[in-house]
């Protein structure tokens, strides 16, 4: 295997050392040479039979999947950019004054809808002339009773079990609605035909559009604390695709070392064999790079079908921007030979064999301590920032953060070593893997440290946005019992009739009427309005103690602590109903006196979970003109034994009136800036400990190759094939099990720190390490489940036969 | 080398003049050392008187050398019996091996089976050279040493011509 | 066929990787105590040999008897377990653990049986004095010279006690003054434990230290004291 390099090598290393003391032309040639060198390399890494071409795919298809990752990250920006895009697109103007009837507007009334949890986009359309607008992704107006829908809606229409959803949504399909209209491929959406929605002209839900366009919303600055989140984000995701795509460059490294011996052998001199290493791993990730664009091209059609999250998207949207991705294309292949030159310092190669650095000098703990505690000086001046309004120094957060998950990766050989060499040797398979992580430490912490840096990024997130949730996720304080619904009424829709038909639905158990306004002495003074509550006396006694109620009879709540506007509470004092407040442009006044002697009740929980303030009135002693200035709401309790009990209300509430809005109190409303951030970090996270999961395996695969022999002349004096599998979980358990030890510890701190940097209480949750941790056993176990039958194929005796 | 087992073997394919029966020998054995006439015919003589060949006819003319030869039941049986008797392992073995071979090859005899005795034979002596080699002092190590050596080129040589066997008789026979 | 007091006898096997034939019809039979080598040019199907009568690659067709056991009746547990338990294994390279010591390797076998690790050691201890290796205990693999290698091998492989040792070119990758020394101890050591020995070998000096040769030619055995 040595003839072809010796013709090729031996002349340019034999006069380089003849005519060195007269070489003062040498930068030519020498550029020359090197060049000579590197193309020697690339030769060597294409050329070399079979095995070598396995090595050179097994590194392009590491390196590619990483770049893939890469370019998939400088891509989310724009995705986001052309999701939001799209929807303003849609939405419609939502600031300033409604333009007022004509042949160019539209009526557009929110028909949203939820069906088993997957939230469906309705709007019913009644164009209000010739020139009205159409919807993007609309090519014409869809006829009352006809309706567009997206492909997806079309799909889960057409489902089998959706017969629930059909008779929700009865209008014949006529069209689909296009790409524009939609932002991702699985979104569900439809466009009803509208009629008569002038009626219902007063409330949020049907509004007048001359266009659907929303100007460009208004540019806001960050909130420091969702600046610091999304950039720990990116560093914890990014950071193992880094240490991955390191490792991907090192496929093949002992067999490459071999051959580099053999140049040596024909007289090529150390610096030559490391250039043509470096050329080598040059087209490696060369070759990677190609594979990444390729990955990132299947993977942008295929993320047109996948939804994760609830979040889907078009392949379109994935565009990567230009600057970063020609980062990415400079940066790879140079980390590629650095990490390559790296490598090699630690090792002499010599004519007859490769010579690590006979004992490597023991490793030592203080400068490995010094990263994670440089990352933790970096950030400790900004903590408590994160209210007050201040702001992070966004160079310290991202080097505080990479220094102590760089730390890890650091500290990480440094602790495999020392555990490893205090093991004893117990059963066999114990004993194998131990010895061999004994001798190769290094190797096994390397491939560990991705999981770990990714494991240690996650637990520090998740800490980070528990804690911070609960400053930015309203409160509703609702009672969790999962069966209960509240139906909002438009205001023209008879709410009495909407309730009795509603409480005659199957599967609904109690269902109670009030409606919502507010009273107050004049139009101009906002401030000093008060809660109307109005209903009859039974549905009063869900929000108030009531001792005693007549119809007729009106009551004022004692607000918390009793502090009550009371001065608006006196008898006799003339208050206007104002609907101005509700949100609409106009409405009627209406007057209403404060009746003598109004008793003073004590709140209690409604069933939305909040104590009510303000005025109770029951519906007799409601003036019949300011009806129409109350929004009607109905909170209904399900019987939990009938299934699908939420469908079957959502269907008769959809009979009763298209713009009857039924809300779920189940889970908790985050911030949406929070889900999508915690979105894309699962999403993330999911790849990042994918991705490792392969580049462990193709490690484990190379390593159990190149052992092929001794695996067969093992089974052959009666070794039993578990004691071999699991020497194989052993050696990949130990090291990564140290790893999300660690990897724990330090996750913590950071989460910690962050916290305090965002002034949050420091609260643990455990359930997330255990989360996280145990992701990352998964893998592990994962990696040696697929390892095991090629193990077991490699056990076979083929391995003994001499060819 | 035996001359008269040779040319015994060489009678086998059919009765010879005596001048024949040694530009035969000559072509395939002789290489290096051609026969003389007289030794042919002292050779014919003992064989003759020992009853492994007969005269078969004589030709018109005046001389010896007219005489035709031919090979006898008991003379048949005796080649068979040289060539099956392995040789005692010796040095420089190889021309007699080679005789043995090749007149396998000429009388249509299986000569790998005479190759493999042969074998054995060698082993046999390796064997105990071997035990007395593991069981002596130095002195008789460096002995046994040089006579393996010897016997393990001749082995080789051997296994070299087992090998070829096909290729030798077809270049043989032709 | 089967000679009276056999260990181990195999008849008319048959084995092909792919289209060529490794084994056409061999014969084999061993007696307890016995060495004996199987020659033969290379690719002739002498290793499948080896590999068949250790039971490590099922042949195609034929039997196999050990001590009076049909070996293709056994599934693999049993015959690792009887590898495991009276076979040994001695090859040419590369079957050192290189992450074990050396008397870390020599205990291995005994290990695998269930042997606590200080006495396995203890038991590999003497044998590698018996193979004069016992100044590498601490070493590893990677820190010793081939034939050195080759001894620490040859005590792992009798640790056990076996009754057969399989040897396939033991001394293939050494000089001959080291081949020697190898097959010297090994067949010492086999002799005194009364281990049969099957010596897969194409050099004749190491061929000679056996009692018998059986010489395979395109995969058909050929016992050449029978054929005297």
């Not at chain 1, 466009?191 to 540019?219: H, I, K, M, W």
């Not at chain 1, 998950?405 to 040797?425: C, D, H, S």
């Not at chain 1, 309730?499 to 000093?528: C, F, M, N, Y």
């Not at chain 3, 090859?91 to 992450?99: A, D, K, S, T, W």
Request: glycine share 10%; net charge positive.
């Amino acid at each position: 295997m040595s003839t072809r390099p010796s013709t090729a090598v031996a002349p340019p290393g034999v006069p380089s050392k003849l005519d060195a003391p007269e070489d003062s032309r040498h930068d030519a040639p020498m550029l020359r040479q090197w060049s000579r060198e590197l193309a020697m390399g690339v030769k060597f890494a294409f050329s070399g039979g079979r095995e070598g071409w396995v090595r050179v795919l097994l590194t392009g298809v590491g390196v590619g999947l990483g770049v893939a990752l890469l370019l998939l990250a400088t891509a989310v920006p724009n995705a986001m950019q052309a999701r939001s895009d799209r929807e303003y697109a849609r939405m419609g103007p939502q600031f300033g004054s409604e333009p007022a009837k004509s042949d160019n507007t539209v009526l557009v009334a929110n028909v949203d809808t939820e069906f088993r949890g997957s939230e469906i986009r309705g709007r019913e359309l009644e164009p209000e002339g010739l020139r009205a607008p159409l919807p993007p992704g609309g090519r014409k107006f869809p006829a009352p009773g006809e309706m567009l829908v997206s492909p997806a809606l079309k799909e889960l229409l057409a489902a089998e079990g959706s017969a629930l959803l059909r008779e929700r949504l009865p209008d014949r399909v006529t069209g689909t609605i296009g790409e524009s209209g939609l932002i991702g491929s699985a979104e569900l959406a439809f466009y009803a035909g509208g009629q008569n929605l002038a009626e219902y002209d007063t409330g949020s839900n049907v509004r007048r559009f001359a266009t659907f366009q929303e100007d460009q919303a208004p540019s806001k600055e960050m909130d420091p604390v969702l600046l610091l989140l999304v950039l720990t984000v990116f560093i914890v995701l990014l950071m193992p695709v880094g240490v991955f795509i390191a490792a991907a460059v090192r496929f093949g490294g002992e067999r490459r070392d071999r051959r580099l011996a053999a140049l040596r052998l024909v007289g090529a001199d150390g610096r030559m064999t490391r250039r043509i290493a470096a050329g080598e791993a040059l087209s490696g990730a060369v070759l990677g790079l190609l594979f990444g664009t390729g990955f990132f091209l299947i993977g942008r059609q295929i993320a047109g079908y996948v939804q994760l999250f609830g979040i889907s998207l078009f392949p379109s949207y994935l565009n990567p921007t230009p600057p970063l991705a020609l980062l990415v294309v400079v940066a790879v292949p140079a980390a590629a030979v650095v990490v390559t030159l790296l490598a090699l310092r630690g090792v002499i190669i010599e004519p007859l064999g490769v010579v690590r650095t006979a004992r490597p000098a023991r490793r030592r703990l203080w400068w490995r301590l010094l990263l994670p505690l440089g990352g933790l000086g970096l950030l400790a001046p900004m903590i408590g920032k994160g209210t007050e309004n201040g702001h992070f120094n966004e160079y310290m957060v991202t080097g505080g953060v990479v220094l102590l998950l760089v730390g890890i990766t650091a500290l990480l050989p440094w602790v495999v070593e020392a555990v490893v060499a205090r093991l004893n040797p117990g059963p066999v398979s114990w004993q194998l893997a131990v010895r061999r992580l004994q001798l190769s430490s290094g190797t096994a912490a390397r491939s560990v440290n991705g999981i770990t840096v990714a494991v240690a990024g996650a637990i520090a997130l998740h800490m980070l946005f528990a804690g911070v949730q609960s400053d930015y996720t309203k409160s509703p304080g609702q009672d969790h019992s999962p069966a209960r619904l509240n139906a909002s009424v438009p205001k023209n829709v008879s709410l009495a009739d909407a309730r009795r038909k509603l409480a005659g639905t199957r599967g609904v158990r109690h269902a109670v009427a009030l409606s919502d306004g507010t009273i107050g002495v004049s139009k101009r003074e906002p401030e000093t309005s008060m809660r109307l509550t109005v209903g009859d006396c039974a549905a009063l006694r869900e929000v108030a103690k009531l001792p005693s109620c007549r119809e007729g009879e009106a009551f004022v709540l004692q607000g918390r602590g009793g502090s009550v506007a009371p001065e608006l509470a006196e008898s006799g004092r003339r208050l206007s109903i104002d609907p101005t407040y509700e949100g609409s442009e106009e409405g009627t006044k209406t007057v209403w006196t404060v009746p003598r002697g109004i008793k003073q009740v004590t709140p209690r929980m409604d069933p939305t979970g909040w104590e009510r303030t303000g005025f109770l009135i029951t519906t007799k002693a409601l003036p019949a003109a300011a009806v129409s200035s109350l929004s009607g709401q109905i909170y209904l309790t399900l019987d939990p034994s009938v299934p699908e009990g939420h469908e079957i209300v959502r269907n008769a509430a959809a009979q009763i009136h298209p713009l009857v809005n039924i809300t779920t109190y189940e889970s908790s409303q985050r911030s949406n800036s929070y889900d999508s951030i915690q979105r894309g970090l699962s999403v993330g996270a999911a790849c990042v400990l994918a991705l490792i999961g392969a580049s462990l395996l193709v490690a484990q695969l190379e390593q159990l190759r190149e052992r092929k022999k001794l695996l067969s002349a093992l089974v052959a004096f009666g070794t039993r094939r578990r004691t071999l599998c699991l020497s194989v979980l052993w050696q990949t358990a130990i090291p990564v099990a140290l790893g999300l030890a660690l990897a724990a510890a330090l996750g913590l701190t950071l989460g910690a720190v962050l916290l305090k940097m965002a002034d949050t209480t420091v609260a643990v949750g455990w359930t997330n390490v255990l989360t996280m941790t145990g992701a990352g056993a998964v893998v592990v176990l994962a990696v040696t489940a697929l390892s095991i039958p090629p193990l077991l194929k490699l056990m076979r005796p083929d391995g003994l036969r001499t060819e | 080398m035996s001359i008269p087992h040779t040319l015994l073997g060489l009678l086998e394919s059919g009765p010879r003049h005596g001048y024949n029966l040694k530009r035969a020998f000559d072509e395939k054995f002789g290489h290096d050392r051609p026969l003389h006439y007289g030794q042919v015919y002292s050779t014919m003589s003992r064989l003759l008187k020992n009853g492994l060949v007969e005269v078969d006819g004589i030709e018109a003319g005046a001389g010896p050398e007219r005489k035709r030869y031919a090979i006898t039941e008991a003379g048949v049986t005796d080649v068979q019996r040289w060539l099956a008797t392995p040789e005692k392992p010796e040095p420089y073995l190889q021309s007699t091996l080679y005789t043995k071979v090749l007149l396998a090859l000429l009388t249509h005899r299986d000569a790998s089976e005479i190759l493999d005795t042969q074998r054995s034979e060698h082993l046999r002596m390796m064997r105990i050279l071997t035990d007395r080699k593991r069981k002596g002092d130095l002195a008789d190590q460096l002995i046994c040493d040089h006579a393996l050596l010897h016997l393990e080129a001749d082995l080789r040589w051997l296994e070299l011509t087992a090998a070829r066997l096909g290729k030798l008789a077809e270049t043989v026979t032709r | 066929m089967t000679p009276a007091g056999s260990l181990l006898v195999a008849h008319d096997l048959y084995k092909a990787y792919g289209p060529t034939n490794a084994l056409d019809g061999a014969e084999f039979s061993i007696h307890p105590g016995e060495v004996v080598a199987i020659m033969g040019p290379s690719g002739s199907g002498k290793s499948t040999l080896l590999h068949c009568l250790a039971g490590i690659v099922t042949p195609d067709s034929g039997s196999i008897l050990y001590n009076g056991h049909e070996m293709e009746t056994m599934n693999d547990s049993q015959r690792s377990a009887l590898r495991r338990s009276q076979f040994g294994f001695v090859f040419q390279f590369g079957q050192l653990v290189p992450e074990l010591t050396c008397v870390e390797n020599v205990a291995l076998p005994l290990r695998l049986n269930g042997t606590s690790r200080k006495e396995a050691e203890r038991t590999a201890l003497a044998w590698m004095e018996r193979l004069e290796v016992d100044d590498l205990k601490g070493k590893r693999p990677g820190e010793v010279s081939g034939g050195q290698g080759q001894r620490v091998a040859v005590a792992r492989a009798l640790v056990t006690g076996p009754r057969v040792l399989f040897a396939d070119e033991p001394t293939g990758a050494l000089d001959s003054l080291n081949g020697e020394r190898v097959m010297g101890l090994l067949a010492d050591a086999a002799r005194s434990a009364n281990t049969a020995v099957v010596l897969v070998t194409h050099e004749t000096r190491v061929a000679a230290y056996s009692d018998r040769e059986i010489v395979v030619r395109d995969g058909k055995s050929r016992d050449m004291e029978r054929a005297v």
